[in-house]
């Protein structure tokens, strides 16, 4: 008996037809057009993104006593105590990382929660308003940005599991920027 037309033949995969094969054929072009224009997209992307940090770091450097080497990072973290506010802008970065020689957990009117939870929702905003207007604002804020480029990620791993004790001298905050948070409804 003779198979209709539209019903598939055992040896043919679904979706396998003369139109099928002709619009696989012509979207390789698209696919590639759009490949060749993303990686130059994504090329820009990064460099504005440094050239943004640059300007900041030029910035907090030109204020008094808001910049600091990777050294003395390190150092005032393990002798003097304080808080490293880690303000991460994507899991990729940027990355800030700033001190302060107060105690956030004591300080902090707000709950604080880790960084992947306090980007999610809106309920852990004020802690980051609150977080960027007292310390990591450019204008108002009083924490010191760290110039740590150039270390180590077990370095900076390792500090960061020193501050993890509850005795620890020193503290660790992970801080998503305002910038970075879902929109409110209806923006």
Not at 40 to 61: C, D, G, I, Q, V
Not at 117 to 126: A, F, I, L, S
Not at 160 to 170: D, G, Q, V
Request: with cysteine; hydrophobic share 35%; charged share 30%.
């Amino acid at each position: 008996m003779p198979m209709p037309e539209s019903e598939i033949r055992p040896d043919q995969k679904p979706g396998d037809s003369p139109a099928g094969a002709m619009v696989k054929f012509l979207l390789i072009p698209v696919i590639l057009g759009g490949a060749c224009l993303a990686i130059p997209y994504n090329l820009a992307l990064r460099w504005t993104r440094k050239l943004r940090e640059r300007s900041f770091r030029r910035l907090m450097r030109s204020k008094q006593n808001r910049f600091m080497s990777q050294q003395d990072f390190f150092r005032a973290m393990r002798e003097r105590g304080g808080t490293c506010i880690e303000e991460r802008f994507s899991p990729k970065g940027p990355v800030r990382f700033w001190w302060t020689p107060e105690n956030l957990y004591r300080e902090s009117p707000y709950e604080i929660i880790d960084w992947f939870t306090m980007r999610k929702g809106r309920q852990y905003e004020p802690f980051v308003h609150w977080c960027r207007q007292r310390y990591t604002s450019a204008e108002e804020g009083s924490a010191v940005l760290a110039d740590i480029r150039l270390a180590a990620k077990n370095e900076i791993y390792a500090l960061w599991s020193e501050c993890r004790s509850e005795t620890a001298k020193a503290r660790w905050v992970e801080v998503a920027p305002p910038e970075i948070l879902p929109p409110r409804p209806g923006q």
